[in-house]
């Protein structure tokens, strides 16, 4: 369906410039939720996984979850974030049928990090994307209102969902473009998964997205106002609807018009965005200091223990493959895409000895036969130790480029390691000279015609010695000691 609101032509939009800032909440893989002892399990039978605390109960006391905090922690430090020593819970309140509370327990002046950053890569440029703030809250629950034979009447509640642990990551307006937005959000998930901080899932809500936009003319200073756009549950259409809404406001500016802040959702059918709500101000939600919590202390000790716990981020196991293992760019960025694929290459390298043709292998055969089969990295059938021992034979000359390549998809279709399959199928290349030059002797005594011929100076009748002891040897010897023998012993 095409978008049928007012947008701008591509020749108006050129003449301003958009702004964009990001607000990602990001659910934290904790096993219970922030403040009982609940299981965040997904997909468990409705209001079934909740409490006296998450459903909001009177006289029911809420505990801050350690594991929580700890992930917080860990975000905050992949995000280049000054981790305050001393942060506060606070109380954002407002109505909703799926906020049982009446009110969310949030962060506000005093959130758990700030001041970080991200770098991003847009069309070779590296740009620095700041990142005002990191804060931690609960989750509400959930409204359901499609589904049900009634739905067309009433709207279901499910509070499993409420209770579990979010951090907000709120970035500067610094972004330009839906691009730059695009390129800041894949690293900013990328990160928070390699530390596994979350899945990031976007399918399940663990990631998501609101999107502040603005547009002023090229050259100006002044910000224009700018507008939320919310439900943004992809990062294809994440960019759709930046795009969409930078259009709308040029068109808007262009006709005379003004922008009005306000929350708009995007519309994935019309590509197009709608108004929602007026937006609120920080004081519609009459934030005020939980009284039910006390401040967060996070100590250096703390910080020092988590700090150690922090594995290596992407760009630094990027550069570590280069220089390391000498992979070109392409291939470091392609072997980091995640934390199980960086893994999995290493052992790959390990095993092999040979960190280069590992990552051939890695990058084309076995992602191919991934991608084919629907498979992540994790669900390979054939295991890192596997393919390193696979690309370890061919080194040793035990195994023909060849004959790997019609090991590999038997590999992957048993999961079983080279060895066995070439024991089974008496694939092994014969490299053993002392049962070589045997064949070699049967051949030549029964070939005295063609040998006659060689010592006369009739050499082409190599090839043809050659083709008898590899037939003899059936199709197991390596050529190349073959040839060696033949010589030597034709003199
Ligand atoms: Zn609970």
């Given at each position: 369906m095409?978008p049928?609101g007012?947008v701008?032509?591509?020749?108006?939009?050129?003449?301003?410039?958009a702004v964009i800032g990001l607000e990602v909440h990001v659910q934290?893989?904790?096993?219970?939720?922030?403040?009982?002892?609940?299981?965040?399990?997904?997909?468990?039978?409705?209001?079934?996984?909740?409490?006296?605390?998450?459903?909001?109960?009177?006289?029911?006391?809420?505990?801050?979850?350690?594991?929580?905090?700890?992930?917080?922690?860990?975000?905050?430090?992949?995000?280049?974030?000054?981790?305050?020593?001393?942060?506060?819970?606070?109380?954002?309140?407002?109505?909703?049928?799926?906020?049982?509370?009446?009110?969310?327990?949030?962060?506000?002046?005093?959130?758990?990090?700030?001041?970080?950053?991200l770098?991003i890569?847009?069309?070779?440029?590296?740009?620095?994307i700041?990142i005002?703030?990191?804060?931690?809250?609960?989750d509400a629950?959930k409204?359901?209102?499609?589904?049900?034979?009634?739905?067309?009447?009433?709207?279901?509640?499910?509070?499993?969902?409420?209770?579990?642990?979010l951090i907000e990551i709120v970035s500067e307006p610094d972004m330009r473009s839906s691009d730059e937005a695009h390129a800041y959000l894949t690293e900013l998930k990328q990160?928070l998964q390699?530390?596994?901080?979350s899945t990031c899932d976007m399918e399940k809500g663990h990631l998501r997205c609101d999107a502040n936009v603005s547009v002023?003319?090229?050259?100006?200073?002044?910000?224009?106002?700018k507008v939320e756009v919310k439900n943004l549950n992809s990062f294809r259409f994440a960019k759709m609807a930046m795009d969409y809404e930078i259009a709308r406001q040029?068109?808007?500016?262009?006709?005379?018009?003004?922008?009005?802040q306000e929350t708009r959702l995007y519309n994935v059918e019309s590509g197009e965005t709608a108004g929602m709500r007026?937006k609120e101000?920080?004081?519609?939600?009459?934030?005020?200091?939980?009284?039910?919590?006390?401040?967060?202390?996070?100590?250096?000790?703390?910080?020092?223990?988590?700090?150690?716990?922090?594995?290596?981020?992407?760009?630094?196991?990027?550069?570590?493959?280069?220089?390391?293992?000498?992979?070109?760019?392409?291939?470091?960025?392609?072997?980091?895409?995640?934390?199980?694929?960086?893994?999995?290459?290493?052992?790959?390298?390990?095993?092999?000895?040979?960190?280069?043709?590992?990552?051939?292998?890695?990058?084309?055969?076995?992602?191919?036969?991934?991608?084919?089969?629907?498979?992540?990295?994790?669900?390979?059938?054939?295991?890192?130790?596997?393919?390193?021992?696979?690309?370890?034979?061919?080194?040793?000359?035990?195994?023909?480029?060849?004959?790997?390549?019609?090991?590999?998809?038997?590999?992957?279709?048993?999961?079983?390691?080279?060895?066995?399959?070439?024991?089974?199928?008496?694939?092994?290349?014969?490299?053993?000279?002392?049962?070589?030059?045997?064949?070699?002797?049967?051949?030549?005594?029964?070939?005295?015609?063609?040998?006659?011929?060689?010592?006369?100076?009739?050499?082409?009748?190599?090839?043809?010695?050659?083709?008898?002891?590899?037939?003899?040897?059936?199709?197991?010897?390596?050529?190349?000691?073959?040839?060696?023998?033949?010589?030597?012993?034709?003199?």
């Open positions: 095409t049928t007012e701008a032509s591509p020749e108006s939009i050129a003449k301003y410039e934290l893989g904790t096993r219970t939720k922030i403040f009982c002892g609940c299981p965040t399990s997904f997909g468990a039978p409705p209001n079934t996984n909740v409490c006296p605390v998450c459903l909001g109960l009177p006289g029911a006391l809420p505990v801050l979850s350690k594991d929580a905090v700890e992930l917080a922690i860990k975000a905050s430090m992949a995000l280049n974030c000054e981790i305050r020593p001393l942060s506060r819970f606070a109380r954002k309140n407002y109505f909703y049928p799926d906020l049982p509370k009446g009110y969310q327990i949030s962060q506000y002046d005093e959130p758990v990090s700030e001041h970080g950053y770098d890569a847009v069309e070779g440029t590296a740009k620095r700041g005002t703030r990191v804060h931690m809250e609960d629950g409204s359901i209102h499609d589904g049900f034979r009634d739905s067309d009447r009433f709207s279901y509640v499910d509070l499993n969902r409420s209770g579990t642990p990160r390699f530390v596994e901080v002023r003319p090229r050259g100006a200073e002044k910000l224009g106002t040029v068109a808007v500016l262009e006709a005379g018009g003004t922008i009005h007026s101000q920080a004081h519609d939600y009459r934030y005020f200091p939980e009284p039910d919590l006390v401040p967060l202390r996070i100590s250096n000790q703390w910080l020092d223990a988590v700090k150690a716990e922090m594995p290596e981020l992407p760009a630094q196991k990027r550069r570590r493959f280069i220089s390391d293992y000498g992979l070109r760019e392409y291939d470091a960025e392609v072997l980091t895409a995640s934390r199980p694929m960086a893994e999995y290459y290493e052992h790959v390298a390990e095993v092999s000895g040979d960190p280069k043709t590992a990552a051939n292998w890695v990058i084309g055969d076995l992602s191919g036969a991934l991608n084919a089969a629907g498979k992540d990295v994790t669900e390979s059938p054939i295991t890192a130790k596997s393919l390193g021992e696979l690309v370890a034979l061919i080194n040793k000359g035990e195994l023909s480029g060849k004959l790997a390549k019609d090991i590999f998809p038997k590999m992957f279709e048993t999961g079983e390691p080279p060895a066995v399959i070439m024991d089974r199928e008496g694939l092994r290349q014969n490299s053993d000279t002392g049962a070589l030059e045997k064949i070699v002797d049967d051949v030549l005594a029964a070939n005295g015609k063609q040998v006659e011929q060689y010592r006369s100076g009739k050499t082409t009748v190599m090839g043809f010695l050659v083709g008898q002891v590899m037939k003899a040897s059936r199709g197991q010897a390596n050529p190349g000691i073959v040839n060696e023998i033949l010589k030597k012993k034709l003199g």
